[in-house]
């Protein structure tokens, strides 16, 4: 395998024009749902680790750049003009915490930015609270040394994760220990690895994963240990 250079150009998804079926995951992805291609098949955004991105279409160029800027991955996204008959971009996927601070940077004066402090604070109450507590819980049981802020960050993202994908798995089954480990292993791998900016550079997953593994098992362990 070659080794590959870390300058491939920017991440890119797609808006998409036809229906497709996520290869890892059997998600039927329906026109104007995001697709990631990884060797030319589809992946949804969950299977491509960008799932827990939002979508700010363009239109607003400083808070698009000023997002841009906060956020570790941001893809752009693509969709195909049948009339023009080419790729255009509509806009990009950011971390929702950038695009929150994006917005109050960008909200001219204090009255304003206070505004956009309340709508983000909002947003974030609109979680399912009983959710993320009991995973905030289950994380600290089996991980004594995760700091209690990242516990709860761990706990509200598989909490958009979970009520995204209501019917497709029982909630009971989010509590389990091996749901616990992979969302407390792709926190990890998010937030104390270089993993999002592989992955922003256009490696693909695997190869990013295994570049990365060490360092999250080295995390995990501590964690666990609790110290
Ligand atoms: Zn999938």
Redesign the pocket.
């Known amino acids: 395998m070659a080794q590959k250079d870390e300058t491939r150009g920017e991440l890119v998804v797609f808006s998409l024009v036809k229906s497709a079926v996520?290869t890892?995951?059997g998600?039927e992805l329906e026109p104007h749902d995001f697709m990631k291609l990884e060797d030319q098949k589809p992946?949804?955004m969950?299977?491509a680790d960008l799932g827990a991105l939002l979508y700010l279409p363009s239109g607003n160029t400083a808070l698009t750049r000023r997002a841009r800027l906060h956020s570790k991955l941001s893809p752009i996204v693509l969709r195909f003009s049948r009339t023009r008959k080419r790729y255009e971009r509509q806009g990009v996927l950011v971390e929702a915490a950038a695009l929150e601070q994006a917005e109050i940077d960008c909200a001219a004066d204090e009255g304003e930015r206070a505004e956009a402090r309340k709508k983000a604070a909002v947003s974030r109450e609109k979680l399912d609270v009983k959710f993320v507590t009991g995973f905030a819980e289950a994380v600290a049981k089996r991980y004594p040394g995760c700091p209690n802020d990242q516990a709860q960050l761990i706990a509200e993202h598989a909490c958009q994760k979970h009520s995204g994908r209501v019917g497709r798995s029982a909630a009971a089954k989010q509590f389990e220990s091996n749901a616990v480990d992979l969302a407390v292993r792709a926190h990890i791998r998010h937030v104390h690895t270089r993993y999002d900016d592989l992955l922003q550079k256009g490696w693909d997953r695997n190869e990013a994963r295994s570049k990365v593994i060490s360092e999250v098992d080295k995390v995990a362990a501590k964690w666990q240990s609790g110290k």
């Open positions: 996520c890892e995951c998600l992946l949804c969950d299977c």
